[in-house]
């Protein structure tokens, strides 16, 4: 059974870097799937970071661009999330998710976030 | 102010029919797919429908999705109370080199 599990410090300080990782088992990191991150506001809604491909391609929210890098270490199984600059607005549960690349017997193909950690809350303050 | 626009609640009695809207425009919905997910309170996201309307094996047939243009819906028939939680709808957005939206979510509660 496949499972995500993020890690990190709870606490970081403004203009600081927040780094987390999210530990893959159950399953290759280096095989067919691709892997994001997705964060919630205490209160508030979903919004994605940034996935990385299995090519190695990266895309990132627009919004968050400039601050964001996400990396896959096949070694330890695990991706990461490096966000740069933060302030109290990037306070949030952080989700780590796989992307699922989906194709059927009619030759339609898709992606999707299938499966989801369970989620870790960092906070933003001195 | 989320791109994809879902209602912020809804509700029913048990054994009835609930929908959810989420409404886009031609860059996400109108050119991809739409997923939805279920959030329980307390609880990570969790995958409900893909692919606008194909089910992931172990949700009931009870929860559907469909898509028309730019918007897209989630049907509940047979409501119950375990369904009370936080719905979100997502796609991809063509715009910006791409990237995923989300709805700001509808919670859903059973009377």
């Known amino acids: 059974q496949v499972q995500l599990q993020e890690s990190g410090p709870g606490l970081v300080k403004p203009s600081e870097t927040l780094s987390l990782t999210c530990a893959v088992s159950?399953?290759?990191?280096?095989?067919?799937?691709?892997w994001g991150w997705i964060r919630q506001p205490p209160g508030k809604g979903l919004e994605w970071i940034g996935s990385?491909?299995?090519?190695?391609?990266?895309y990132y929210n627009p919004s968050l661009k400039s601050r964001v890098t996400i990396s896959v270490d096949t070694s330890k199984n695990q991706f990461s999330l490096k966000l740069s600059s933060v302030t109290a607005a990037d306070t949030a549960v952080y989700y780590c998710?796989?992307?699922?690349?989906?194709?059927?017997?009619?030759?339609?193909?898709?992606?999707?976030?299938?499966?989801w950690g369970r989620g870790t809350l960092v906070t933003v303050s001195s | 102010q989320s791109v994809l626009t879902q209602p912020p609640s809804a509700s029913g009695t048990p054994g009835q029919r609930v929908t959810i809207s989420c409404s886009g425009s031609?860059?996400?919905?109108?050119?991809?797919?739409v997923n939805w997910y279920q959030q329980l309170p307390g609880t990570a996201p969790k995958l409900l429908i893909h692919?606008?309307?194909k089910r992931p094996s172990g949700v009931p047939d009870r929860f559907s999705g469909s898509k028309s243009g730019t918007s897209a819906s989630l049907a509940i028939i047979g409501l119950q109370s375990e369904d009370e939680a936080d719905y979100y709808c997502?796609?991809?957005?063509?715009?910006?080199?791409?990237?995923?939206?989300f709805g700001g979510g509808t919670k859903l509660t059973v009377l």
């Open positions: 998710a796989r992307l699922k690349y989906y194709y059927d017997s009619s030759g339609y193909t898709d992606w999707y976030f299938d499966l």
């Open positions: 159950g399953y290759s990191i280096s095989s067919d799937y691709s």
């Open positions: 990385i491909y299995h090519s190695g391609s990266t």
């Open positions: 031609s860059s996400n919905i109108g050119s991809n797919s």
């Open positions: 997502a796609a991809w957005d063509d715009s910006l080199n791409g990237h995923w939206v």
């Open positions: 692919s606008n309307n």
